[in-house]
């Protein structure tokens, strides 16, 4: 529909729409088993070689959500380690900070005192990730997230803890972790090949596209702190896997409880994405 600029489905009628889902790998996909409270997922696959989308289902199609932490690795870390800010062994004061009237707390409002920026990743701690995000400033932060297919319009510190206006899709959360497994190039992962006309003209092609985001040395660092996240930190749940994995959580919601709960995790060759939550927020 947004393709062709239609209004509806309906006309759609007489197009052929052709996509990369893999049938076989489509069907072993599960659907997650969901808890009273969170009645709706997106679950999908990438091959990250060709930039698209091979596995796919939603219960509500493609909705705009604030990505959370999961938004750190692409928005703040990667950005302060290519700009040479900061490396994994830098060292963070984490305690609670009051930024001129925003104070971020850490999950469970537990603090850690120095800590490196690799274990502040892996651990997703907010104070350490604000006060990156705060030394490398609003134009840099928003300069690489327009390189990785995202824009947003509010201009404070919660961008770093992944508070994006007007949220994104998550198919541009997968694409905006694709430089780490392509040294460093930006792909936006696609699932719809092309279309055809019913009168059987191509009218749509899909191209993969690239764009030098960050250095391969700094998809290095990222690599490894995101292997250890999955190995022993918010996402260490994959660390039973009998292969290496790199992965990032991310939650978001409010003083009633979380509204959404991301993972992101990735090999060399593929990306698999989970969200639950509700339509309704």
Not at 56 to 74: D, E, F, L, N
Not at 179 to 205: A, C, M, N, Q
Not at 225 to 234: C, V
Not at 235 to 258: M, Q
């Amino acid at each position: 529909i947004e393709i062709l600029h239609k209004e509806n489905a309906e006309q759609l009628n007489g197009y052929k729409i052709y996509t990369s889902v893999n049938r076989d790998l489509q069907k072993t996909l599960p659907t997650p088993t969901i808890s009273n409270t969170a009645r709706d997922f997106i679950a999908f696959v990438t091959d990250n070689s060709v930039g698209k989308i091979i596995a796919y289902k939603s219960t509500i199609g493609q909705i705009r959500r604030c990505p959370a932490s999961a938004a750190k690795p692409w928005l703040v870390y990667a950005p302060a380690i290519e700009e040479r800010y900061v490396t994994e062994a830098t060292k963070i004061l984490d305690e609670k900070t009051d930024f001129g009237g925003y104070s971020p707390s850490n999950y469970g409002d537990k603090y850690y005192g120095f800590i490196n920026v690799k274990d502040a990743l892996c651990k997703s701690l907010n104070v350490p990730a604000v006060k990156i995000a705060e030394s490398l400033g609003s134009e840099k932060i928003r300069y690489y997230a327009k390189k990785s297919g995202v824009e947003y319009t509010n201009d404070d510190l919660s961008v770093a803890l992944g508070n994006l206006s007007g949220g994104i899709t998550i198919f541009q959360l997968a694409s905006a972790y694709s430089p780490f497994s392509r040294g460093g190039d930006y792909t936006d992962y696609s699932l719809i090949d092309k279309i055809v006309s019913p009168k059987g003209k191509v009218i749509f092609e899909a191209k993969e596209t690239y764009e030098k985001v960050f250095s391969r040395g700094t998809c290095d660092v990222i690599n490894d702190m995101l292997y250890e996240t999955a190995k022993s930190g918010t996402a260490k749940k994959l660390n039973t896997l009998p292969f290496a994995v790199c992965a990032k959580t991310g939650t978001g919601g409010n003083k009633n409880g979380n509204t959404d709960a991301y993972c992101v995790a990735y090999t060399p060759d593929y990306t698999v994405v989970v969200w639950l939550g509700n339509a309704d927020g």
